[in-house]
């Protein structure tokens, strides 16, 4: 039988949180400081706690001072633990770093919220939805899924976490405005396939769009959607105005009317993630645009069908839920 410390509630959901964002049991033992087979432990048994060996070594390297320097620094949500580290007026490694942080009760790794929190009228309109269309089925794989992405140089967009504190209000992502290093892409999918992936412009107006779509969605619609296919999108200007909607009736396009405030009803939302993950894989960045947005439409490509029907097949279980948590945000 293990012995041991048991593992905080704090480390618990932090392990549940990386193990949910694809994470090693190696890189969250790294990450929080702790032993592999405590992390091994719990997630092969939910009925324990799991249970860090205990250990006797060398006294604490920190100071209750330096303790508080690195909380400082990690609190105001700008840092990442390797700035700390070069930040600090004394020489410490990363992982000790880490281990401060991670046994810091004041302070919790989160993902900055990337929209402002619902209102109860966002989620009466996201509940109405959600019983319009609960007894849908084989209705989803005729709709196309699409949206809009940044993609930065450095990293991708929109996926930022940080050292929240938390006795103070969480942070709200604040997206970089386009400029020179990033691309803006367009693109879809269905049960049966995607579009390809188009270029926007920055400050693209509703024609601009529209040639877009003209583009990449009119003759792909019915080979990925099938007879009687159905477009989504979300409530963007361009999107949503009357040259873009009279746009889509001379073209004869059926369209998903769309709640407000729902980017985690839209699986495209997980399909650019998984992109993402390709991209900017082993921490990759890159020197120019050229570069990006090539690796950008090779690993497109490469996502197989698989991937796309089962995001598909996820919209069952995402209405369910949305009804469960009365319009509440999902876990997706």
Request: hydrophobic share 30%; proline share 5%.
């Amino acid at each position: 039988m293990p012995t041991g410390k048991p593992l905080s509630d704090y480390q618990l959901g932090q392990i549940d949180l990386l193990h949910e964002q694809g994470a090693s049991q190696s890189r969250i033992s790294q990450f929080l400081g702790c032993s592999q087979s405590a992390i091994s432990n719990y997630l092969n048994s939910k009925t324990h706690q799991g249970l860090e060996t205990t250990s006797y070594g060398r006294p604490k390297i920190l100071t209750p001072r330096d303790e508080r320097q690195i909380s400082k620094l990690a609190a105001t949500g700008q840092y990442s633990i390797r700035e700390i580290q070069r930040e600090l007026p004394f020489t410490v490694s990363k992982d000790t770093v880490h281990r401060s942080l991670t046994n810091n009760t004041d302070l919790e790794w989160r993902k900055k919220l990337t929209q402002p929190p619902l209102t109860q009228r966002h989620k009466d309109a996201r509940l109405e939805f959600a019983r319009k269309h609960m007894s849908w089925d084989k209705e989803w794989q005729k709709v196309i899924f699409t949206d809009e992405k940044k993609f930065n140089l450095d990293g991708p967009d929109g996926y930022s976490y940080y050292w929240h504190h938390l006795k103070r209000e969480p942070e709200i992502f604040s997206k970089r405005q386009a400029g020179g290093g990033s691309v803006m892409l367009w693109g879809g999918f269905g049960y049966n396939g995607k579009t390809e992936l188009a270029s926007i412009p920055p400050r693209t107006d509703s024609l601009g769009y529209q040639e877009v779509l003209k583009a990449n969605l009119i003759r792909e619609g019915p080979k990925i959607g099938g007879r009687g296919w159905i477009f989504q999108q979300d409530n963007a200007s361009i999107h949503a105005s009357r040259s873009t909607m009279d746009f889509l009736a001379r073209k004869n396009v059926r369209t998903l009317p769309w709640p407000a405030r729902s980017p985690d009803l839209n699986p495209m939302e997980n399909l650019w993630a998984e992109l993402s993950r390709r991209v900017y894989s082993h921490g990759r960045q890159y020197r120019t645009k050229q570069e990006l947005e090539r690796q950008i439409h090779e690993e497109w490509a490469n996502i197989p069908l698989e991937t796309l029907q089962n995001l598909n097949d996820s919209m069952k279980r995402r209405i369910f839920e949305l009804i469960l948590v009365q319009g509440g945000f999902t876990k997706y």
